[in-house]
């Protein structure tokens, strides 16, 4: 097998870069000698991925990552494989590729691949999750932090975009039913978790076709707090101020920007649908 390393070398506040000579140790265990990409921005992600000729692409990184990564190789069979070294790592929680240490994360990446489904939008696809609204401004404020490092940033994002916290006017459209709602966020989910390991629908599920929608209405700062603290175990979904949907696709009517996987994706409004099958991924495990 053909491998090359997809290395984004400012995942994990740029920590990542010191993991590559372990991972590239325990590939040579393996008796592989694999191609480093290392495009210097994500617009050449697809290129380098595309002018590649491994059999499989094993990302060294995180959710924003994977993302790049997902899109250039939906549906062209090759496989993708992922060694977590992120600041959120949901994608990786959510599909039981977290667990372990480094040598069970490259031994993983290099395991049967399982196909998945993937959340597309005009050209553009996605793994994990699409926030707008509250949400969203909270990951683009943690995305441009240095400081605290991990998952206790987003903590931090939160309270600062507190005291912009505002709702706006949604109209969402689904396989069944149309409604318009007040809505401080609204998320458009594949898998679980977003936000570092909080548990916004806790029945998404990359392998059954179906969307699972998580919609936030019109809360106070202090409700807000109250509902992140139960995000984390899901518990939010008992909330007389949060509903949740299915659909195979939805279809937003609001203005705004949008988000996925933690990195910008698109503007409101747009449509999206579930992509069944769509990327190979090595390892998964639902759990």
Known sequence: MKVALLVNRFAKAGRANNYLELVLR???????????????STDEVQKEISESIADRIIVVGGDGSLHYAANALAGTGRALGLIPLG??????????????????????????PLSIDLVKSGSGYFVTSCIMGF????????????????????TV?????????????????LDERSFEIEATAVVVANTSFFGGGMKIC??????DGILDICVLGNVSRMKILHLFTKIRNGSHVHDPEVSLHRSRSITIEACGEVRADGESFKSLPLTMKVQPDALLLAGVRLI
């Open 26 to 40: 325990r590939l040579k265990f393996h008796g592989l000698s694999p191609d480093i990409l290392s495009p210097s």
């Open 87 to 112: 600041t959120g790592n949901d994608a990786a929680r959510a599909l039981g590729l977290s667990d372990g240490n480094l040598d069970d994360h490259v031994d993983r990446a290099l395991d049967e």
């Open 135 to 154: 949400p969203s401004k909270v990951n683009l404020r943690s995305n441009t932090m240095r400081f605290p490092k991990g998952e206790f940033r987003y």
């Open 157 to 173: 994002a939160t309270l600062a975009e507190l005291k912009s916290l505002k709702s706006d006017r949604y109209q969402l459209e």
């Open 202 to 207: 806790p029945e998404a599920n990359p392998y």
